[in-house]
């Protein structure tokens, strides 16, 4: 059996943020539109002051406008209501997104209802929640967008795959079986509690890992010629103290297995933001 193919995201995203940067040129010539992205941060968590940075940086550089507001970690449910309501209102605003975990005082899902489903770049709101579930036209959360794109570079064509997605997140795991569904896929998703997880993963042709344990699928667990797309980042510290990103496949063994795989880093990451900024351009449009 021949190595899989290594599925480049980063070479991907930078084609889709080009492709972005070109629609947003357009509805500049053509509207005389630019599309806004307000990230709000609530608090210094390290990991989210850099996803906000990166985001930001991304926006820029499609050409877009980066609002960024920064608030303390002990800013009230009702404060961060209020500026979602005012920008919620604003015409240069096209998309929202709140970094989430938010502080302990501030209910996520109160805070996700609050954003204008048509400015939910996230997709998290429960009306594009539904409008995905339903098969309608809804912003869908970037992540598993990103693992579809990558999945459709190795095989145009999904239809009739046995998919398997392991973990159920809101986030990750069940838009991820929604967007496949759409493609035709069919669908098992698995969690903490399925039996026998390797006799399941072996049945897939398309295996999304969306767990966050670092290298738990083993190269034995894999369909031979299967799609692999590893969503999961850990940092692991070897003995000697260096430390490196794994994501929840064992890389070395997949790679002798699987068909097509995603690396950790290089995979599914740059995918996210790419994708991000293409929920921007569309909600930017449809305004
Ligand atoms: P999460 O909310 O913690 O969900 C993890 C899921 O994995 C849960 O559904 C859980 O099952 C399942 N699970 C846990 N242990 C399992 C096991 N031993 N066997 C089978 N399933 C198991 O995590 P998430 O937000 O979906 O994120 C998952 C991973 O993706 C994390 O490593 C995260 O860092 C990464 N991630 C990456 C990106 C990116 O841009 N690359 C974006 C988002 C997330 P239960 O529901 O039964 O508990």
């Known amino acids: 059996m021949p190595r899989a193919a290594i599925i480049d995201g980063k070479a991907i995203a930078e084609a889709l943020r080009r492709e972005v940067a070109r629609g947003v040129a357009r509805l500049k010539r053509e509207r005389d539109l630019t599309p806004g992205l307000a990230v709000v941060l609530v608090g210094e968590d390290p990991a989210s002051q850099v996803y906000v940075r990166n985001k930001a940086a991304a926006t820029q550089q499609a050409g877009m406008i980066s609002l960024e507001y920064k608030l303390p970690a002990d800013t009230s449910e009702a404060a961060l209501l209020a500026l979602i309501g005012e920008l919620n209102r604003r015409a240069d605003v096209h998309g929202i997104l709140v970094q989430l ?7 996520a899902a109160k805070v996700i209802e609050a954003i204008d ?3 939910d770049v996230d997709g998290f709101h429960p009306i594009n929640v539904g409008r995905l ?7 869908a959360p970037c992540t598993p967008t990103g693992c579809v794109i990558l999945a459709k570079s190795v095989q145009r064509d999904l239809t009739g795959l046995e998919a398997v997605v392991i973990g159920r997140s809101n986030i990750v795991g069940k838009p991820m079986a929604q967007l496949l569904l759409g493609e035709n896929c069919t669908v098992t998703i698995a969690h903490s509690r399925t039996r026998d997880l390797p006799a399941v993963t072996r049945r ?3 295996l999304v890992a969306a767990v966050g344990k670092a290298e738990m699928i083993r190269g034995h667990w894999l369909k031979p010629g299967a799609i692999v797309i590893d969503v999961g980042i850990q940092r692991l510290i070897a003995p000697d103290g260096k430390s490196r990103l794994v994501g929840d496949v064992t890389f070395t063994e997949a790679v002798e297995v699987a068909g097509a795989i995603t690396p950790v880093p290089g995979g599914v990451g740059p995918m996210t933001i790419a994708c991000l900024l293409e929920n921007t351009l569309r909600a930017a449009a449809s305004a």
């Open 204 to 206: 897939a042709d398309l």
């Open 133 to 139: 579930a339903s098969g309608g036209k809804a912003l």
């Open 117 to 119: 489903p048509a400015k």
């Open 101 to 107: 975990p938010l502080p302990k005082q501030i209910d």
